[in-house]
């Protein structure tokens, strides 16, 4: 077995760690600035499962803060000042951890397992506080599922960040994205809401836009939004929320735009044949859209946050519609 072998096989019992790559990476960035550069950008005191790793590292992490040099003279020495260098192991323990790094060239690869089995204790502590969660009967469930759903999450968040990116390549990766929107010809980069003016305003919906849709009581809004969500949901999953009409009411009113039959008629079902007919291709139409209703009537953002999120998972997210926003329940 090679020496890289035996720090990826290298694993106590408990919670998830690994002392070997641990060792490795506190060693390898007294050795070399380049390692210590690396691991800095990934690496937190708690990533760290053995008391004395988090406590060299919080040396190493003031000692860059201060612009100072990483070695074992340097690290000793911050570590002596506070009278915790004797409650780790000494001098010895420091030269021990020199002694301990295979290559410092390697020190991405110890660096991630550290980060990985950090990450799996992380979400360890987020099902523990679950669990917790769970058994308060104080809590609205809802509440409870949004929290377990964001522990969860920041476990995740944790490791996305892909922290700083030169300015050039995303230059570069811009220039071509214009020059291919160039070659298209159209005037819609996001994704068409169907309606021509509002397309060559907005140049289409973007990811991470919020766009309302204001006017006086009884100028369409709704409609004007029911309509939006209908011709995204022909490509793309839509969440549309509604907090003023059921979902009865919606599929009236979509039934009636597609099949150019009056409201009022498939209300009472004094429909000919001809209108049958019509709201018969309709029906097919509304069929085949990837529209998602949900008209309950006390939803709270951290609801619909976490419905979201579910349907992304489940289905995908295009647009998400909340008709209308100053009904919704909740503080946040």
């Known amino acids: 077995m090679t020496a890289l072998e035996s720090i990826r096989t290298t694993a106590g019992g408990g919670a998830p760690h690994n002392i070997d790559a641990e060792e490795s990476v506190l060693g390898a960035v007294m050795l070399s600035a380049d390692a210590a550069n690396l691991a800095l950008e990934v690496l937190k005191p708690d990533d760290f499962y053995k008391p004395a790793h988090q406590s060299v590292w919080e040396a190493v992490t003031a000692l860059f803060d201060g612009n100072q040099p990483i070695d074992p003279i340097t690290v000793a020495d911050w570590l002596r000042r506070r009278e915790w260098l004797d409650r780790i192991g000494g001098v010895g323990f420091i030269t021990r951890l020199m002694e301990a790094v295979p290559s410092t060239s390697n020190i991405e690869y110890y660096v991630g397992i550290v980060d990985e089995t950090s990450a799996r204790r992380r979400l360890l502590r987020a099902g523990g506080e679950v669990g917790a969660l769970a058994l308060k009967g104080d809590m609205p469930i809802d509440e409870v599922l949004d929290s377990a759903e964001a522990e969860v999450f920041a476990v995740a968040e944790r490791r996305?960040?892909?922290?700083?990116?030169?300015?050039?390549?995303?230059?570069?990766?811009?220039?071509?994205?214009?020059?291919?929107?160039?070659?298209?010809?159209?005037?819609?980069?996001?994704?068409?809401?169907?309606?021509?003016?509002?397309?060559?305003?907005?140049?289409?919906?973007?990811?991470?836009?919020?766009?309302?849709?204001?006017?006086?009581?009884?100028?369409?809004?709704?409609?004007?939004?029911?309509?939006?969500?209908?011709?995204?949901?022909?490509?793309?999953?839509?969440?549309?929320?509604?907090?003023?009409?059921?979902?009865?009411?919606i599929i009236h009113r979509l039934l009636s735009a597609l099949a150019s039959v009056d409201s009022s008629k498939i209300k009472t079902g004094n429909l000919d044949m001809d209108q049958w007919r019509r709201l018969s291709q309709a029906s097919s139409r509304l069929y085949e859209l990837k529209l998602y209703v949900d008209d309950g009537a006390a939803l709270s953002v951290t609801a619909i946050r976490a419905k979201c999120r579910r349907l992304k998972r489940r289905e995908g997210l295009g647009l998400v519609v909340v008709d209308y926003l100053q009904l919704m329940q909740g503080p946040r």
Do not use: C
């Not at 922290?163 to 010809?185: D, F, H, K, Q, S």
């Not at 006086?216 to 999953?237: F, Q, W």
């Open 160 to 249: 996305i960040g892909e922290g700083l990116v030169a300015i050039g390549p995303m230059l570069n990766a811009t220039l071509e994205r214009i020059e291919e929107l160039g070659t298209t010809g159209g005037d819609v980069t996001g994704i068409p809401t169907g309606f021509v003016r509002i397309d060559q305003l907005l140049a289409g919906l973007h990811p991470a836009n919020l766009v309302v849709i204001a006017a006086r009581p009884g100028m369409g809004k709704s409609t004007l939004a029911l309509n939006i969500a209908t011709h995204v949901a022909t490509e793309s999953p839509v969440a549309f929320f509604t907090l003023e009409m059921s979902k009865e009411e």
